[in-house]
């Protein structure tokens, strides 16, 4: 089991990053949030969770510990699996997800894609009571200055995709969200696309 990968940050989308490690190339999965924090710096420590499949063995990577632990609450709540404990921490902060969860605010949770009504209502329900240990850290919402919006989409677009969305459906969304506000970051063009439903 790997506890974190400390190394040289060899590349860094707003879904993976590989960190080069003793001469090997480590591929981690990550969140939006983590992307924000580490995507300028040329090394980096991710906290790690690993999943451990017949066809695979996955890597999850995580700034802060926080957010590892807000994951592997998540992944205890029955229906949700990485994907959306992922997707779920790109949308929100920890800090927001927990706020979340505190004010049983089943609205705020419902506006990640992918999570219904009765599993708002499980992870609400389930975690109530676990959240207090890591209520009060946030994670800072690093945002970059867009050099170019269509860069900007054009990545946004490519993290969706290999987030698991439909193509089609996705370069409708960015378009329309690097329209509306044509100096937003990658990370923000991500956010209002999952907010706006793909």
Same mark, same amino acid.
């Given at each position: 089991?790997?506890?974190?990968?400390?190394?040289?940050?060899?590349?860094?989308?707003?879904?993976?990053?590989?960190?080069?490690?003793?001469?090997?190339?480590?591929?981690?999965?990550?969140?939006?949030? +983590?992307?924000?924090?580490?995507?300028?710096?040329?090394?980096?420590?991710?906290?790690?969770?690993?999943?451990?499949?017949?066809?695979?063995?996955?890597?999850?990577?995580?700034? +802060?510990?926080?957010?590892?632990?807000?994951?592997?609450?998540?992944?205890?709540?029955?229906?949700?699996?990485?994907?959306?404990?992922?997707?779920?921490?790109?949308?929100?902060?920890?800090?927001?997800? +927990?706020?979340?969860?505190?004010?049983?605010?089943?609205?705020?949770?419902?506006?990640?894609?992918?999570?219904?009504?009765? +599993?708002?209502?499980?992870?609400?329900?389930?975690?109530?009571?676990?959240?207090?240990?890591?209520?009060?850290?946030?994670?800072?919402?690093?945002?970059?200055?867009?050099?170019?919006?269509?860069?900007?989409?054009?990545?946004?677009?490519?993290?969706?995709?290999?987030?698991?969305?439909?193509?089609?459906?996705?370069?409708?969304?960015?378009?329309?969200?690097?329209?509306?506000?044509?100096?937003?970051?990658?990370?923000?063009?991500?956010?209002?696309?999952?907010?706006?439903?793909?």
């Amino acid at each position: 089991m790997y506890n974190h990968i400390n190394g040289k940050l060899d590349e860094a989308t707003p879904a993976y990053a590989v960190i080069d490690c003793g001469g090997v190339g480590y591929l981690l999965e990550i969140t939006l949030n +983590t992307y924000s924090q580490i995507k300028d710096l040329p090394a980096v420590k991710l906290l790690v969770h690993e999943i451990v499949r017949e066809d695979a063995h996955l890597l999850f990577g995580f700034y +802060t510990e926080s957010e590892r632990e807000m994951f592997r609450l998540l992944l205890n709540v029955n229906g949700v699996g990485a994907a959306t404990a992922r997707i779920m921490l790109s949308s929100l902060t920890v800090e927001e997800l +927990t706020r979340a969860i505190v004010d049983q605010d089943a609205k705020r949770v419902q506006k990640v894609k992918g999570i219904g009504a009765k +599993t708002a209502q499980r992870i609400l329900l389930e975690l109530r009571d676990k959240v207090d240990p890591f209520a009060a850290p946030a994670l800072a919402g690093a945002t970059s200055t867009a050099s170019s919006s269509n860069k900007n989409a054009e990545e946004a677009l490519s993290a969706l995709v290999m987030l698991g969305f439909p193509k089609a459906a996705s370069e409708k969304v960015v378009a329309k969200m690097a329209e509306a506000n044509p100096g937003a970051s990658v990370e923000e063009i991500i956010k209002q696309s999952l907010a706006h439903g793909i």
